[in-house]
């Protein structure tokens, strides 16, 4: 028998700013406590793994897509948001705003592109629509995958492998579209200075997220011979390559600030980070307990951090291009990896350009 319980979640939302030291508590979904959007997105990435080692090692491969199937039926047939289940501990921080239909409709695009699975087509054909297939929404997240699903099912569209996904190729020009300056259907905000812009907290996690997207989608009309179709005109797999390259350079510096927002990159990047094991001094060079309430003296200390965390990527600037190098001010100087991971695909895609 097949069981599962999934670890979500390292020590508490609300006491983690409570406190300037080590995560505590592990959290978890079961039957009894759902959490379908945690679930399905697990089954997302175990099924996207499946294909990654499908030539190199084709046993573990198919453990992966096995395993990847026995976790989205869990989060199919336990349905319930993580953040109902577990409330105190991820909200209001990382509450499941969008719903857990979307993670279902990207847990089953991704296992049917492993699988290629009529059952997983079926249901995608048949819950497309209520999971928010047909919902215009511009921001590609840690929360919500709905434009995402959306490039991954147009993929198989253009390489006229399933022509039913059809609708989600035009759903993808749509969204591809309304980032793209000068299009008819325009609209994204931008800085001065040339930077998407989306969010007051820690908008580069959008800026990543959407520049990956901009650089799959590219690749995928680039390998297929098509465009993608705004209003009376199109655009072309190199304008979309254009545009993400202005925002992956604005990142790295080519931006008003003339600020690398990737600590440890360029000449001139962040200071003053919000993050506890870069602020707080190593073992080493402070051997003594550190307290709770102790940690607060670095968390408000107006000195550099003493470890630098190389290679993390901040909140970023605001909406005029300006940015506050400064601990407390969260919102700008706190790294995440839902904001790194997408970035580390768009630099291996102009890498290898390289």
């Given at each position: 028998?097949?069981?599962?319980?999934?670890?979500?979640?390292?020590?508490?939302?609300?006491?983690?700013?409570?406190?300037?030291?080590r995560?505590?508590?592990?959290y978890?979904?079961?039957?009894?406590?759902?959490g379908?959007?945690?679930?399905?997105?697990?089954?997302?990435?175990?099924a996207?793994?499946?294909?990654?080692?499908?030539?190199?090692?084709?046993?573990?491969?198919?453990?992966l897509?096995?395993?990847?199937?026995?976790?989205?039926?869990?989060?199919?047939?336990?349905?319930?948001?993580?953040?109902?289940?577990?409330?105190?501990?991820?909200?209001?921080?990382?509450?499941?705003?969008?719903?857990?239909?979307?993670?279902?409709?990207?847990?089953?695009?991704?296992?049917?592109?492993?699988?290629?699975?009529?059952?997983y087509?079926?249901?995608?054909?048949?819950?497309?629509?209520?999971?928010?297939s047909?919902?215009?929404?511009?921001?590609?997240?840690?929360?919500d995958?709905?434009?995402?699903?959306?490039?991954l099912?147009?993929k198989?569209?253009?390489?006229?492998?399933?022509?039913?996904?059809?609708?989600?190729?035009?759903?993808?020009?749509?969204?591809?579209?309304?980032?793209?300056?000068?299009?008819?259907?325009?609209?994204?905000q931008?800085?001065?200075g040339?930077?998407?812009?989306?969010?007051?907290?820690?908008?580069?996690?959008?800026?990543t997220?959407?520049?990956?997207?901009?650089?799959t989608?590219?690749?995928?009309?680039?390998?297929?011979?098509?465009?993608?179709?705004?209003g009376?005109?199109?655009?072309?797999?190199?304008?979309?390559?254009?545009?993400?390259?202005?925002?992956?350079?604005?990142?790295?510096?080519?931006?008003?600030a003339k600020?690398?927002?990737?600590v440890?990159?360029?000449?001139?990047?962040p200071?003053?980070?919000?993050h506890?094991?870069?602020?707080?001094?190593?073992?080493?060079?402070?051997?003594?307990?550190?307290?709770?309430?102790?940690?607060f003296?670095?968390l408000?200390?107006?000195s550099?951090?003493?470890?630098?965390?190389?290679?993390a990527?901040?909140?970023?600037?605001?909406?005029?291009?300006?940015?506050?190098?400064?601990?407390?001010?969260?919102?700008?100087?706190?790294?995440?990896?839902?904001?790194?991971?997408?970035?580390?695909?768009?630099?291996?895609?102009?890498?290898?350009k390289?």
């Amino acid at each position: 028998m097949f069981k599962l319980e999934i670890q979500t979640w390292i020590t508490s939302a609300g006491r983690g700013q409570k406190t300037w030291t080590r995560p505590r508590n592990v959290y978890k979904v079961t039957t009894q406590n759902p959490g379908s959007d945690v679930a399905a997105e697990t089954a997302a990435a175990l099924a996207a793994a499946s294909i990654v080692f499908k030539d190199s090692d084709s046993s573990y491969s198919a453990k992966l897509l096995h395993t990847a199937m026995k976790v989205f039926d869990f989060a199919d047939g336990y349905r319930g948001s993580y953040s109902s289940s577990l409330s105190s501990a991820v909200c209001p921080f990382y509450c499941s705003y969008s719903g857990y239909q979307d993670e279902l409709l990207w847990g089953a695009s991704w296992i049917h592109r492993a699988s290629q699975n009529g059952s997983y087509l079926a249901y995608i054909q048949s819950n497309g629509h209520t999971m928010g297939s047909d919902d215009d929404d511009y921001s590609f997240s840690w929360d919500d995958k709905r434009p995402g699903t959306k490039i991954l099912l147009s993929k198989e569209f253009l390489e006229k492998t399933t022509a039913e996904f059809q609708l989600y190729k035009s759903h993808s020009d749509n969204y591809i579209c309304s980032l793209i300056p000068g299009t008819s259907t325009f609209q994204a905000q931008y800085t001065p200075g040339g930077l998407f812009y989306k969010a007051s907290e820690s908008n580069l996690q959008y800026v990543t997220s959407t520049t990956f997207l901009l650089l799959t989608y590219a690749k995928y009309l680039g390998s297929n011979g098509g465009v993608a179709r705004c209003g009376g005109s199109t655009m072309t797999a190199e304008s979309l390559v254009a545009q993400a390259k202005k925002q992956v350079d604005y990142i790295l510096g080519d931006n008003p600030a003339k600020m690398s927002y990737m600590v440890g990159f360029g000449n001139k990047y962040p200071q003053h980070v919000h993050h506890r094991g870069s602020s707080v001094p190593s073992i080493h060079a402070h051997p003594d307990r550190i307290s709770c309430n102790d940690g607060f003296h670095y968390l408000y200390s107006g000195s550099p951090n003493p470890n630098v965390l190389v290679g993390a990527i901040l909140g970023g600037p605001d909406n005029k291009d300006n940015f506050a190098d400064d601990r407390n001010n969260y919102q700008q100087s706190e790294p995440a990896t839902y904001i790194n991971a997408p970035f580390v695909g768009a630099l291996a895609f102009f890498s290898a350009k390289n």
